[in-house]
């Protein structure tokens, strides 16, 4: 495994997952070749030591669990990362008409994006659609492959003002142009019934978003760039998972979190601040046998790495970041602080990971927000007010977080995968006094 070719396999995994529906179903893929079993949350699981397992919750979060083969006094070593990426939903009234036989989309952002890297570009729509099928409903993954959107720039010529700061009306000049007047209104639902093999009349709901159809790229005269779409979250969602993957710990469960929602607050029920997390830990401790005080001993001697992308220094905006907790591509691993608790990093945690990356010789940076700034939170303090563990804000250093296209360091991506399969075997025993064994 080497940086170019890593590189490359991130690249082939964030292309297949245009929507968070697409994200889960290929961390789906990738489990079950693998040998994991998919447990319905809905039916009774059965679990034995040793065993591996996921379950999924919306189509749009999943967890997947290892079971050691020497539990004893146990405890969860886990990683969350997630699963959805800055966006427009498509309205379920979707088609706007006008002016003239102009046929456009009408959307609304769906998280915090810059919403210029959108404009002059080909895109798509991708996600679910629910479809009556007898007497089911019936849930049916649809992703056009094909350039059928652009949302166009006004040009310079009617406003002579817009590298001045142009404040775009997302209502206004993010429509996205479907037709010019070859089509009518009705064409867009016939587009989608003709990709799934239905009738219109079989469509019961959608839940579709755009999708920045230019393809991810290694780049720079000595490769030292990856981009792409989604780099913020699909990158640490890959690695985490890459990690889990390719090791075992016998002496406890590992578990691999990837949540939706986090970038539109991640309070619903497929979130890290729903009771996801805590229903799949109690349910696997409650199937191996254990009672309630042994999964609260467990839990208290649990760690979580939350793995969402951090900002590297702007090679042109510099002073936007903090002069000292700052982090650079291809420098390694950032660990996320804010005394504010918006990242949920501590001493303590950040001493834990600190040792890790020392044991898999993997760089370590730190990112804090410069003081005048605000910062955003992410997975660990959220999904800390269901399961309290333990936990450390971690991420790659990224460029243009929040653009419809991204840039990471290529060396990184391996840098996370080595850094997390050494957490993911290493049988972290956190003691009552905050000693920690590293075994």
Request: hydrophobic share 35%; aromatic share 10%; proline share 3%.
């Amino acid at each position: 495994m080497n940086d170019l070719d890593i590189s490359k396999e991130l690249l082939a995994f964030i292309e297949s997952s245009p929507s968070m529906f697409h994200s889960i179903a290929t961390i789906q893929s990738y489990l079950s070749a693998d040998g994991f079993e998919y447990l319905p949350e809905g039916k009774a699981w059965t679990l034995k030591k040793g065993g591996k397992y996921y379950t999924t919750r919306n189509h749009t979060s999943l967890i997947a669990f290892q079971i050691g083969k020497e539990l004893s006094d146990y405890h969860f070593q886990m990683t969350a990362a997630h699963s959805d990426s800055p966006t427009y939903k498509i309205k379920s009234v979707a088609t706007l008409e006008g002016p003239g036989e102009y046929i456009k989309l009408n959307v609304e952002a769906y998280g915090g994006m810059i919403d210029n890297t959108w404009f002059d570009r080909p895109l798509s729509v991708a996600g679910r659609v629910l479809v009556h099928d007898g007497s089911k409903l019936v849930n049916k993954l649809l992703y056009i492959d094909q350039d059928i959107l652009m949302i166009p720039n006004l040009a310079i010529h009617f406003d002579r003002s817009i590298n001045d700061g142009y404040k775009y009306n997302r209502a206004v000049d993010l429509c996205p142009l479907f037709s010019a007047g070859s089509m009518k209104k009705e064409a867009f639902d016939q587009m989608i019934a003709d990709a799934l093999g239905v009738r219109t009349d079989q469509i019961m709901g959608k839940d579709l978003f755009l999708v920045n159809r230019q393809k991810g790229v290694v780049w720079g005269y000595d490769q030292e760039f990856v981009s792409s779409p989604k780099l913020d979250d699909l990158q640490c969602a890959f690695v985490s998972l890459k990690a889990f993957m390719n090791v075992r710990n016998e002496k406890a469960v590992n578990v691999y979190c990837c949540f939706d929602n986090e970038e539109v607050g991640s309070n619903t029920k497929q979130g890290a601040m729903s009771t996801f997390l805590k229903d799949t830990l109690k349910r696997i401790n409650g199937n191996l046998g254990f009672g309630n005080e042994d999964y609260y001993q467990a839990v208290a001697r649990s760690f979580l790495v939350s793995c969402d992308n951090a900002h590297a220094v702007h090679p042109n905006r510099a002073q936007e970041t903090d002069s000292t907790n700052c982090a650079y591509m291809n420098k390694g691993i950032v660990i996320k602080e804010a005394a504010n608790q918006k990242y949920t990093t501590d001493a303590f945690s950040r001493s834990i990971f600190t040792q890790i990356c020392k044991m898999a010789d993997v760089p370590v940076q730190t990112f804090a927000n410069r003081s005048d700034k605000a910062g955003g939170s992410t997975l660990g303090n959220l999904s800390n007010t269901q399961v309290s563990v333990n936990a450390v804000d971690i991420g790659l250093p990224q460029l243009a977080m929040h653009s419809s296209y991204e840039t990471a360091g290529m060396k990184d991506t391996l840098y996370a995968i080595q850094a997390l399969e050494t957490y993911f075997q290493t049988n972290i025993q956190i003691q009552e006094s905050e000693q920690v064994i590293f075994e």
